[in-house]
């Protein structure tokens, strides 16, 4: 049951990261518009994503267009549309093998393959947290460099966005899971071999002594 426990937290884990996964790759909030100096305009912001950029205008209203041409945007915008993709892929696969390999299900009836499914499952989520963390990171590197250049003007400086947040949490909780699943997998996978030596040298001792 205690494993079984891990597990199913482990899988709440893994859900919640995918959702951030999915809110980083949909929301095009990974740069803000910066309202900075002596002349603060409120009337509109600017919000850039993976693949969209908005206009927010100050009565609600919000004009998005995607991005024109895909070899015009920047090498990290690239990278960082790659990475997570595949994140959330690999983390959508880990959560199956997961479910699939878990002691509270019975999809898998050899109870000595399931720890070994259950740390497939562990290195994929931790996979999908790095590449998560990985672009979200080099957005936020970029746009902290960007935003003390003294060669741009206050109106076009940009802060870091909600999905950059929304990013690394989502990061460090499939970091949390897949670490916890590669570890209690392994430790049951020596324990049980450890127990079946014992109890095999127990039952064959008997069975001499009358003979």
Same mark, same amino acid.
């Given at each position: 049951?205690? /494993?079984?426990?891990? !597990?199913?937290?482990?899988?709440?884990?893994?859900? &919640?990261?995918?959702?951030?996964?999915i809110?980083?790759?949909? %929301?095009?909030?990974?740069?803000?518009?910066?309202?900075?100096?002596?002349n $603060?305009?409120?009337?509109?912001?600017s919000?850039?994503?993976?693949?969209?950029?908005?206009?927010?205008?100050?009565?609600?209203? !919000?004009?998005?267009?995607?991005?024109?041409?895909?070899?015009?945007?920047?090498?990290?915008? !690239? +990278?960082?549309?790659?990475?997570? %993709?595949?994140?959330?892929?690999?983390?959508?696969?880990?959560?199956l $093998? &997961?479910?699939?390999?878990?002691?509270?299900?019975?999809?898998v009836? *050899?109870?000595? $393959?399931? @720890?070994?499914?259950?740390?497939?499952?562990?290195?994929?989520? &931790?996979?999908?947290?790095?590449? %998560?963390i990985i672009?979200?990171?080099?957005?936020?590197?970029?746009?902290?460099r960007?935003?003390?250049? @003294?060669?741009?003007? *206050?109106?076009?400086?940009?802060?870091?966005?909600?999905?950059?947040?929304?990013?690394?949490? +989502?990061?460090?909780?499939?970091? $949390?899971?897949?670490?916890?699943?590669?570890?209690?997998?392994?430790? =049951? !996978?020596?324990?049980?071999?450890?127990? +079946? =030596?014992?109890?095999?040298? /127990?039952?064959?001792? @008997?069975?001499?002594?009358? %003979?």
């Amino acid at each position: 049951m205690g /494993s079984a426990g891990i !597990q199913m937290g482990c899988m709440v884990l893994g859900i &919640l990261g995918l959702i951030g996964i999915i809110v980083c790759c949909a %929301v095009p909030s990974w740069r803000v518009s910066s309202f900075i100096g002596s002349n $603060i305009v409120t009337a509109q912001s600017s919000q850039e994503g993976l693949w969209t950029t908005c206009v927010v205008q100050s009565t609600g209203q !919000q004009q998005c267009k995607n991005f024109d041409s895909l070899l015009e945007l920047g090498a990290e915008r !690239q +990278a960082a549309r790659a990475l997570t %993709v595949i994140s959330g892929m690999a983390c959508c696969l880990s959560l199956l $093998i &997961l479910f699939c390999g878990a002691d509270f299900t019975t999809c898998v009836e *050899n109870e000595d $393959i399931k @720890p070994k499914i259950s740390l497939v499952a562990g290195i994929g989520m &931790l996979l999908a947290g790095i590449l %998560v963390i990985i672009p979200v990171s080099w957005f936020a590197h970029n746009t902290v460099r960007d935003f003390y250049n @003294p060669m741009l003007t *206050n109106s076009s400086r940009m802060e870091l966005g909600t999905c950059i947040f929304v990013g690394w949490a +989502a990061g460090v909780l499939l970091l $949390i899971a897949g670490g916890l699943l590669c570890c209690f997998s392994r430790a =049951k !996978q020596s324990s049980s071999g450890g127990t +079946a =030596k014992y109890y095999s040298n /127990s039952a064959s001792a @008997p069975n001499k002594n009358y %003979v």
